[in-house]
Nanobody
Framework: QVQLVESGGGSVQAGGSLRLSCVASGYTYSTNYMAWFRQAPGKEREGVAAVQNIGGSTYYADSVKGRFTISRDYPNDTVYLQMNSLKPEDTAMYYC???????????????????WGRGTQVTVSS
């Protein structure tokens, strides 16, 4: 089992920045991908960014490319999401997820992930 705990959400004005953190515990060595997803009210959960544990390759949704950066602190089993130039449409609950398997072709699919955190709310006002 892997436990994931997110933090760092909050309210910010458009153009501002936030950094989300996700601390993993348990059998973290069994995971292949770590990712951030988000879900706004009335919308489906969507993949925001992912990092492959071996090699460190990163993947981003087109909507956040150039604004968000995912990174992994291996010694502390922590994944970060640095969010810059935030827009009101970034408002959502953000979830950390971990996959035992997965593929770079489908990193954005929620169904590929086995473990989920409870989420942290991000609200961006105009």
């Amino acid at each position: 089992q892997v436990q994931l705990v997110e933090s760092g959400g909050g309210s910010v004005q458009a153009g501002g920045s936030l950094r989300l953190s996700c601390v993993a515990s348990g059998y973290t060595y069994s995971t292949n991908y770590m990712a951030w997803f988000r879900q706004a009210p009335g919308k489906e959960r969507e993949g925001v960014a992912a990092v492959q544990n071996i090699g460190g390759s990163t993947y981003y949704a087109d909507s956040v490319k150039g604004r968000f950066t995912i990174s992994r602190d291996y010694p502390n089993d922590t994944v970060y999401l640095q969010m810059n130039s935030l827009k009101p449409e970034d408002t959502a609950m953000y979830y950390c997820a971990a996959a035992r398997g997965g593929s770079w072709r489908t990193w954005y699919r929620a169904g590929d992930y086995n473990y989920w955190g409870r989420g942290t709310q991000v609200t961006v006002s105009s």
